[in-house]
């Protein structure tokens, strides 16, 4: 079901918003949150309408007609029956099948749909141009034309040889000369809070007021 919503409602918002509307109608006229006998008589015709309502029938059958719910109530009927009645799920043993019946119904008619949302619906994505046949063989053939092409026709220096000095330079060139600075003899002050200054030169410390 929801790959059929998928496959006919492209944009992923409305998408979602069209499996929340319909899960919530599912869950609604499945017999599962509201009864079938509490449901009005002009919208009981959605009970029969839901996937959910013949799981609920078929499952509930199966469990409720076996003989651990065959006990005899005070109202004459057996326990199984009791239940199912008041869920409006009681119906002759044969039905079983037919809630099988649909379920296979209601996945192939989901399939079905879901196969011819994809085969006639239009793909998704913007419209791409359309090109004549030949034009469409000269651009193929032109790109078999430049991959054919020789190489060292379009790359003449690539077999300049190089030294193994250029090698090297050319695998440590830098934007700028490497040089080294060093300082001898250097002064310098430092203020504290004593003191204004302080000179030193060679080792020798200064101090002036």
């Not at 009864?35 to 013949?54: E, N, T, V």
């Not at 078999?144 to 090297?168: H, V």
């Amino acid at each position: 079901m929801f790959r059929l919503i998928a496959s006919i409602v492209r944009n992923p918002s409305i998408a979602s918003t069209c499996a929340l509307f319909i899960i919530l109608i599912t869950f609604l006229f499945g017999g599962f949150v509201i009864r079938k006998p509490s449901l009005p008589s002009w919208l009981r015709w959605g009970f029969w309408l839901s996937p959910l309502a013949y799981a609920e029938i078929g499952t509930s059958l199966n469990e409720f007609l076996a003989p651990r719910w065959q006990k005899v109530s005070s109202s004459n009927i057996t326990l199984g029956q009791q239940i199912l009645e008041s869920r409006g799920l009681y119906f002759n043993e044969y039905f079983y099948w037919i809630p099988f019946a649909a379920l296979i119904g209601f996945w192939m008619v989901f399939n079905i749909g879901f196969t011819c949302a994809l085969s006639y619906s239009k793909a998704p994505g913007r419209p791409r141009t359309v090109i004549s046949q030949d034009r469409l063989s000269n651009i193929l053939k032109r790109k078999q034309d430049l991959k054919d092409f020789p190489r060292e026709k379009t790359l003449p220096y690539a077999e300049t040889p190089i030294s193994a000095g250029e090698k090297e330079k050319i695998r440590t060139v830098l934007p700028f000369d490497p040089i080294t600075i060093s300082f001898q003899d250097v002064q310098y002050f430092v203020d504290t809070p004593k003191v204004s200054t302080r000179f030193i030169n060679s080792g020798t410390s200064f101090v002036g007021s």
